[in-house]
């Protein structure tokens, strides 16, 4: 079975860009390696940490979303917690979350029909009171 | 009793101020997930030593405070946000 993922780590700051990109590609290529599908890469380069980590102030990082079988994330996994160059990662699922995102996507599109109608309708009446109401004031008048 | 005004001695008549109705601002930018590497929108949920906003004072939807903390702590853990900071003191 195959889902959704999405990997993020930090690389210390000691080493140069072309090591980052070394292990990003090592990442990847293990991905595609399993018949995975990387579907975005983001590389935010050097940045500034809200606090230091291992005595670092600075950090490069990287996001990779994937779709991959899950056994391959378990190894990945257990390959970024022995890099020592790597300071901290995170690997999370997103189809629960697409999923239940793309109920609630469905639900407000109902409710704002359902406006819609209300407020067309309500707009009727009231364009048929003011109607009603001029009539009134000729019969007056007359 | 006669209301109080202005122009008579005395205090002015109080003025009362009824509070705003507050509302989840996610449920209105018809946001359904938050990224915890949007960095810079978490920020206004976290006070000024890193805590986070109750869903009663920033009137976020149960929905989305759930998602929110989660975001916030994965933050946290990836040093987007940080954990805690002392408050500083005018000496």
């Known amino acids: 079975m195959t889902s959704r993922y999405e990997i993020g780590f930090i690389v210390t700051p ?8 070394k292990i990003t590609e090592s990442i990847t290529s293990t991905i595609t390696k399993a018949q995975g599908v990387i579907e975005n890469l983001d590389e935010w380069g050097r940045k500034k940490l809200a606090f230091p980590i291992h005595k670092n102030l600075e950090g490069y990082y990287v996001f990779v979303q994937a779709e ?7 190894t990945l996994e257990r390959r970024l917690k022995q890099m020592e160059k790597v300071l901290r990662f995170i690997t999370l699922r997103l189809d ?7 109920k609630l996507t469905k639900r407000w599109a109902k409710i704002d ?3 819609k109608k209300t407020m067309d309708s309500r707009e009727e009446k009231e364009s048929e009171d003011f109607n009603e109401n001029e009539e009134d004031s000729d019969a007056t008048e007359k | 009793m ?11 008549p109080k003025k ?3 509070a705003r109705k507050k509302f989840c601002a996610f449920c209105k930018d018809k ?16 006070s000024e030593t890193g805590r986070i906003f109750p869903a009663r004072v920033s009137g976020t939807c149960a929905y989305h405070q759930k998602q ?13 946000i940080k954990f805690s900071e002392e408050k500083k003191r005018l000496s």
């Open chain 2, 2 to 12: 006669q209301p109080r005004s202005s122009d008579g001695p005395g205090r002015p």
């Open chain 1, 113 to 115: 029909r359902l406006r």
């Open chain 1, 68 to 74: 991959v079988d899950g056994s391959v994330i378990a």
């Open chain 2, 31 to 46: 946001i359904t997930l938050i990224d915890y590497k949007n960095h810079k929108n978490l920020e206004n949920y976290i």
């Open chain 1, 96 to 102: 629960d979350k697409l999923k239940k995102s793309n």
């Open chain 2, 16 to 18: 009362y101020y009824s």
């Open chain 1, 14 to 21: 000691e080493v140069n860009e072309e090591e980052v990109k």
């Open chain 2, 68 to 80: 929110l903390s989660k975001a916030i702590k994965r933050a946290r853990q990836m040093a987007l």
